[in-house]
């Protein structure tokens, strides 16, 4: 059975929403997209959701898919969703911080490495013009 990972690429006036992770020790200080693990029976809409509230205080309508399975160590696999708020103003719950990054500073933040490839795709998303169709 897969180990499945879900995230949210948050986006909000062009603008996305990055994480720095507080844990574990060596991710700490790395850069992110918010998001966790899937639960046992739950699907990934719901599980994205529910991490969402859990880490930022929000919610969130989930978009379209961004790629593909992205693959991550352990065996996990990452999968990404554009994400809008739908209510509340994102906090760091269990991060160190939260950045909204503009369009020219996507890579002005150290994201891990498993996360750089999906912002680039968010990125290569949101120049065609799909921000305002994420949902």
Not at 3 to 11: E, L, M, N
Not at 38 to 62: F, M, Q, S, W, Y
Not at 85 to 100: C, I, K, Q, S, T
Request: aromatic share 6%.
């Amino acid at each position: 059975m897969e180990k499945i990972v879900v995230g949210a690429a948050i986006v909000e006036g062009g603008r996305l929403l990055a994480a720095q992770r507080a844990e574990p020790p060596e991710l700490m200080g790395g850069w992110e997209l918010p998001g966790g693990k899937v639960d046992p029976g739950e699907n990934e809409h719901d599980a994205l959701v529910r991490e969402c509230d859990e880490e930022l205080g929000v919610k969130i309508t989930v978009g379209r898919r961004v790629g593909g399975d992205w693959p991550l160590s352990g065996g996990y696999v990452l999968r990404v969703w554009l994400a809008v708020l739908a209510a509340g103003v994102p906090e760091a719950r269990e991060h160190l911080a939260l950045r909204w990054l503009e369009p020219g500073d996507f890579y002005s933040v150290a994201w891990l490495p498993a996360d750089l490839p999906i912002v680039k795709a968010v990125q290569d998303l949101l120049k065609e013009g799909l921000s305002s169709d994420l949902v």
